[in-house]
């Protein structure tokens, strides 16, 4: 059973959390969680039982596009790392003291992670997730040099920036912002938008990183199943971005982006072919992060 208030979206944090449990329990893991069993519960080792069984199935012979689904434990232990790594250099290479992870669900860096100074960090959620949270990490105490900061907000509401500056965000600072598994559950209009408003809450220098999948993704015969899965959970993924670099510049971010299994986001865990980005309709995954300008 789901915590008191968790809808669907909400509800794929916990399965996010399983799939860190269980990578922190691998002699070869990418990163050690040591609160996400805890965090996960039955709820998210449930909803990890249900992928686990449908992408093994999947990967068993390619799908009639020639390619089989992806690894969801590896892509989303690549991902982590991949992030941690980031934000990680991120803090250290300006004076950023501002780290914002929106829809933080049951998102950990703020105990687990070793800054490289002193940060404040804003989690935003909504307050049932924020609450679920709370309540498993009694009696835990932040990373050394971390000052915590919970913000109750929708995203996709209007207002959340104001509730973010009342908390003692500044946004004439710079700040480095981590929007993780989160994008493709919100229309290309949302997405558009709560990327500008990220970029109007930015001073020159801050940071972010997100994950978008592209547009064949959504209709691939190679992910059907498992988006079929999502979709039966009340959590269908809905827009895909062939373009993630102009997307983050449309919100003033000079971005980049890579690839799970390309140079530095390989980390020797993935184990499928990387299409090159001018090979057509090919479900794809990005991993993007820019700089405001």
Partial sequence: MSPSGFDAVARTALLTTA??????????RLYHDPYAKS????????LFDEVAATTAAQRQTPQPDGLRLPNTADYNA???RFIDDWA??????GEVEQVVIA?????????????????RIFELDRAEVLAHKEAALA???AASGVARVTVHADLVDAGWPTGLVDAGFDPDRPSVWILEGLLYYLAEQEVRRLLG????LCAAGSELACDLVNEAALTAPSTARLLELFAAWGSPWISGCDEPEKLLRAAGFDAVAAQPGEPGAHYGRWRDEVPPRDAPGVPRVFYVHGIRA
């Avoid at 965090?39 to 449930?46: K, P, Q, S």
């Fill in 19 to 28: 799939l860190r449990a269980v990578e922190s329990s691998r002699p070869d």
């Fill in 39 to 46: 965090l996960a519960g039955e709820a998210g080792f449930a």
């Fill in 78 to 80: 690549i991902r982590t």
């Fill in 88 to 93: 990680i250099a991120a803090v250290g290479r």
């Fill in 103 to 119: 829809a933080a669900g049951m998102d950990t860096r703020a105990y687990r992670l070793a800054w490289p100074r002193p940060v």
């Fill in 139 to 141: 009696g835990q105490d």
């Fill in 197 to 200: 408003e990220i970029g109007e």
